[in-house]
């Protein structure tokens, strides 16, 4: 693979917080952590910490993370990983998320030293609300949000899983404060573009907000691992495993596309897949894949190091688009 293409940084929206194209999430980092933390394995710290230094060494500078991961295990397992990595605070950015479910706004404000305390010195460049059910209006969680960025306690305001509607009232409601609405993050990949049609990503597009892709790989199913290997299934139980059962032969074709220019590229499917997210439509998309183990790490990092052609990505698209 050519591996010297420069890795370009993009501003989180109309911030001056600057990012890969890629970063790491690191929600699977939140195994033995309440509700969430139960659909993921333990991972080790140390192991944990051979992940993020993986990424870092593959250029990526930011990191995803949530309250609602393991209710700080994940925070906390990320700011564990950068120190060990030798990394300060001002060398990487690091989103994380209030988790709003049964709650108001009023809890932004008496949680977040909650998770400043996780990321035990690690500042946070980005604050999302991550799902839009909460009692509150948009309007009040961004006020206590513009709050927060006034009292110097986080550095942008983002939104997660938020529909077009929503998204205006969100950035309405931050303009007035002076404060640009930093992003959406929401699920999209090329098995899931739902929001090319829902008006997210036109929204984004003409608000000046990035589009943080989440389930980049389609939890692994766009990497080609079970089209290749089958028998990976039979290890698997519950929802996961159906899902991928499911969809395994629909979404042939487009494997075999994505096959065909990981050849080319010296790459693999799923730096393909990364590869197309972050291309396909300029610099608005930015993607956080996961990853249980380092390998999987390094390839996302490397997925920023070539470009698909537009004719390629048309391709793909266009195989995508008839599964
Ligand atoms: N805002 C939200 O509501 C929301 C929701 C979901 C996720 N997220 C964020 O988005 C991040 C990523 O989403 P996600 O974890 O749902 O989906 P994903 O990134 O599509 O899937 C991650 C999983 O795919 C497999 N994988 C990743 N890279 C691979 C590679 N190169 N080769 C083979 N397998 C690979 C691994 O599974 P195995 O461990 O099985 O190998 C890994 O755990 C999360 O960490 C989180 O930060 C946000």
């Known amino acids: 693979m ?24 690191v929600m699977e980092m939140a195994g033995g952590g309440g509700l969430i933390g139960r659909m993921f394995p333990i991972i080790p710290q140390e192991e944990k910490n051979a992940i993020i230094k993986a990424a870092l060494d593959g250029g990526i500078n930011w990191f995803d993370t949530a309250e609602m991961y393991g209710a ?47 990321l035990g010195g690690y500042s946070i460049g980005n604050y999302m609300i991550h799902q839009p059910y909460s009692f509150s209006s948009p309007e009040a969680e961004m006020n206590a949000m513009a709050n927060l960025m006034e009292a110097g306690k986080i550095r942008s305001v983002g939104v997660s899983n938020f529909d077009p509607a929503r998204m205006r009232r969100a950035h309405a409601a931050l303009a007035i404060r002076g404060i640009p609405l930093a992003v959406n993050q ?72 994505m096959d065909e220019f990981a050849n080319k ?31 999987q790490a390094e390839e996302s990092a490397g997925a920023m190091k070539f470009r698909l052609s537009a004719d390629e990505m048309a391709r793909l698209d266009e195989v995508s688009h008839k599964l």
């Open 186 to 257: 929401v699920r999209y990949s090329l098995l899931n573009r739902q929001i090319e049609t829902n008006g997210v990503l036109d929204t984004a597009k003409e608000l000046g907000v990035t589009i943080i892709a989440y389930t980049p790989v389609a939890r692994g199913l766009l990497t080609g691992k079970y089209h290749k290997d089958p028998e990976l299934l039979d290890r698997m139980s519950g929802w996961r495993k159906a899902s991928l059962q499911r969809n395994i032969e629909r979404t042939r074709p487009l494997i075999n596309a």
């Open 72 to 118: 700080g295990i994940s925070e906390q397992s990320l700011a564990t990983g950068l120190k060990a990595a030798g990394k300060s605070d001002h060398e990487v950015v690091i989103a994380t998320k209030w988790q709003p479910f049964l709650r108001t706004a009023g809890n932004i404000p008496r949680t977040i030293n909650d998770r400043l305390h996780f």
């Open 265 to 295: 590229y010296e790459a693999t499917i799923a730096q393909v897949a990364l590869n197309w997210l972050i291309n396909f439509n300029g610099e608005i998309v930015v993607t956080i894949p996961g990853a249980t183990k380092v390998l």
């Open 2 to 25: 050519e591996t010297n293409k420069k890795i370009q940084l993009t501003h989180l929206g109309k911030t001056d917080i600057l990012v890969t194209p890629i970063g790491l999430g």
